[in-house]
């Protein structure tokens, strides 16, 4: 079963625009994982989150985790062109051993 | 270089077909997975193995075996292919398991006639 489920399912802003997708999660973590796929391709990483940490950058990202709400949020800031495509989060699962994908949010960013 | 790679891109067949997908990666990583991506995007767990050895086959008809020769390098062979076997395919790898970031293969996109 999916351990994450993100929301919003799709996401359509203007370039320039900031672009905010949450994920949500049933189960305790260690971490958890943000992936961007465009399409046709595989996922790349784009940022991990241990369950200690509250917040973190990365350029233009910055994703924040509440553990006490098991939830997540990926921000995209001054967002372009090239980056719509598809986010999934993921969190470990079976002891470390794999990770879980949520169903993931399609990003739309028109010129 | 290519860090996971997996071969063939696109791959076309017949049912009842027995086919095979193959993944190399670079990187030194302990750990490889099969995710298939179903056409809704959903990404489902396959298979897990680390150094060689399987770990965990998530409810996988045993019409799919993976196969491990090294832990570069992890196969996935079908038999008797179905039509509902249509999806695409993802290899990947990560250091130690889903405590560290994964890479992921470009994908065999397996259609089923």
């Known amino acids: 079963s999916q351990q994450g489920e993100e929301d919003p399912q799709a996401l359509s802003i203007q370039e320039g625009e900031n672009a905010t997708m949450n994920c949500s999660y049933k189960t305790s973590i260690n971490n958890l994982q943000w992936y961007r796929q465009n399409s046709g391709r595989g996922l790349v990483h784009l940022i991990l989150?241990?369950?200690?940490?509250r917040e973190k950058h990365s350029g233009r990202l910055r994703v924040t985790l509440d553990t006490s709400k098991k939830s997540s949020s990926l921000l995209i800031t001054a967002s372009r062109a090239a980056d719509t495509a598809s986010y999934f989060c993921a969190t470990d699962a079976n002891y470390g051993q794999n990770f879980v994908f949520g169903p993931g949010t399609r990003l739309s960013v028109l010129p | 270089d290519t860090a996971v790679s997996q071969t063939p891109k696109y791959l076309v067949t017949q049912m009842g077909n027995d086919k095979s997908i193959k993944c190399e990666q670079n990187l030194g990583h302990d750990t490889m997975y099969w995710y298939k991506q179903d056409s809704k995007k959903f990404l489902k767990i396959m298979f897990s193995?680390?150094?060689?050895?399987?770990?965990i086959n998530e409810t996988v008809p045993n019409r799919f075996s993976p196969k491990s020769p090294d832990k570069a390098h992890l196969n996935l062979h079908i038999n008797s292919l179905e039509l509902g076997d249509s999806a695409v395919y993802f290899c990947?790898?990560?250091?130690?398991?889903?405590?560290?970031?994964?890479?992921f293969g470009q994908g065999t996109r397996l259609t089923v006639v």
């Open positions: 990947a790898s990560s250091l130690t398991g889903g405590n560290t970031e994964a890479f």
């Open positions: 989150i241990r369950s200690n940490e």
């Open positions: 193995y680390n150094n060689k050895e399987l770990i």
